[in-house]
């Protein structure tokens, strides 16, 4: 019986699929931190997105899941370039959407030459589902230090940093001390 997976440290989490993969890397205290560093790291990322019981938290998936990560960050750093769109491609050349008719009725169900490429591919897939519904509200956090990427859900699309409370308090504060020290 396999232990189930330890609690998610990170900071940020229930982004969509896509953009919660990108956050399996974050700063704290100034250091950078992978949660997909090995398999462990995998597993919980894969629960917390509801994926655990589908795919196996191995090897295997875990370099193809770091593959779309990378993918992804590309995308996102340079949207439209051809060389980050070609990683995207290749990320999605290993499954595929069959139609199918269910007892609900018209149905979908992803195939997969190899399972281990199956987070991968639904991250992959989910950023196109992004780009197509909300291009311009896919954000990397405003805050210097911060690496973490967020779909903006506010009213008025406005919204500069993953969290008002880390981020946010952090940028306001700042702004506060460079104009305290002025006077």
């Known amino acids: 019986m396999t232990a189930p997976p330890a609690a998610d440290p990170r900071p940020l989490t229930g982004e969509p699929l896509s953009l919660d993969l990108l956050n399996t890397r974050w700063m704290e205290e100034g250091e ?66 069959r139609a199918v008719l269910t007892a609900e009725g018209p149905g979908e169900r992803t195939e997969f030459a190899d399972p281990a490429w199956g987070p991968a591919w639904t991250a992959a897939r989910d950023y196109l589902e992004l780009l197509r519904t909300a291009p311009d509200r896919i954000r990397t956090c405003a805050h210097e230090a911060c690496i973490l990427h967020f779909l903006d859900t506010s009213r008025n699309g406005t919204r500069r940093w993953h969290s008002m409370a880390t981020c946010g308090n952090r940028a306001k504060a700042s702004r506060h001390y460079a104009r305290s020290k002025d006077q």
Do not use: C, M, S, Y
């Not at 875990?62 to 340079?78: F, G, P, Y």
């Open 32 to 97: 950078r931190q992978d949660l997909l560093t090995g398999t462990d790291g995998l597993a919980v990322w894969l629960a917390a997105n509801g994926l655990g019981g589908r795919f196996a938290a191995d090897a295997a998936t875990l370099a193809h899941t770091r593959t779309a990560r990378e993918a992804l960050k590309d995308l996102v750093d340079r949207p439209g370039d051809p060389e980050a769109t070609a990683g995207l491609d290749a990320v999605l050349e290993h499954g595929r959407i």
